[in-house]
């Protein structure tokens, strides 16, 4: 068994073959966790589960659509008839995050936006909470929101709300999980992922800006500067941090 603050606890997160959900997938992994990769593909979820086995750690990967109960219901099935408990859920999966202006808009961007952001939450939430309360001190859920759902985001009016959503509902099952000892928290970070490279590879000059503006002079590393924080949250050490929102960007958002 892998020795670690999460030994013998098992963790699912969503979105979790690349970027952030992987940084914070090998990071649940290195603390002890059994690790359900729970990706959209499994060309992209289970090399990620391969590289965790490699250094040694448990890990699968379970084929799921966020926006889709049925989804995550068989996602959390496949972990139980695997692992038998879970203690951590993660959501972390998001579709799209390009720049747009309110009068560009349409319905589908919102039902994009809103479907994985709102209704993956709430379909994690549900299909994770008899689990959790099971678990008692050890339940956790985690949701991955972002600086612009907490101060707006002059291009991306419909990003900003759906994440400021996630806060909220946060907040609330905060309350209402409390009494079974379950934490419920957000993350809000700033780190290097495939859709802030492709930006970067863009426009060269948002790296810059980026940089700049942050007291700590880099981008974010997924696994180590990102998950460690989830790891930590995940752990008996935030027995007692609940409803809260971690901004793990550097300083550049020193307001929040």
């Known amino acids: 068994m892998t020795a ?6 098992t963790a699912v997160v969503t979105g979790a073959g690349q970027g952030v959900g992987e940084g914070i997938a090998k990071a649940l992994a290195s603390a002890g966790a059994n690790v359900v990769i729970a990706a959209r593909r ?7 589960a391969e590289v965790i ?7 699968e990967c379970v084929v799921t659509d966020v926006t889709d109960e049925h989804s995550v219901t068989a996602c959390v099935a496949a972990t139980l008839d695997r692992f038998g408990a879970l203690e951590i859920m993660v959501h972390n999966a998001f579709r799209g995050s390009a720049n ?3 009068e560009d808009v349409d319905l589908k961007l919102w039902s994009n936006y809103s479907g994985t952001a709102v209704w993956g939450s709430y379909f994690c939430a549900r299909a994770a909470f008899p689990h959790l309360r099971a678990a008692g001190r050890s339940g956790r859920l985690v949701l991955v929101t972002s600086p612009s759902g907490v101060e707006g985001s002059v291009n991306m009016p419909v990003y900003s709300p759906v994440k400021a959503a996630q806060r909220a509902m946060a907040k609330s099952l905060a309350r209402e999980w409390g ?12 780190a290097e992922t495939p859709a802030l490279m492709g930006a970067f590879a863009l426009n060269p000059v948002l790296k810059e800006r980026l940089t700049a503006r942050t007291p700590l002079g880099r981008v974010g590393d997924p696994e180590h500067d990102i998950g460690s924080v989830v790891a930590f949250l995940a752990s008996d050490a935030a027995g007692y941090v609940t409803g809260q929102t971690v901004v793990c960007d550097g300083g550049s958002f020193t307001g929040l």
Do not use: M, S
């Open 42 to 48: 499994a060309e992209t979820g289970e090399p990620v």
């Open 53 to 59: 086995r490699e250094r040694g750690h448990v890990a």
């Open 4 to 9: 670690g603050p999460l030994a013998g606890r």
């Open 179 to 190: 009494e079974h000892g379950i934490t419920v928290n957000c993350i809000a970070p700033v």
């Open 100 to 102: 747009h202006r309110l």
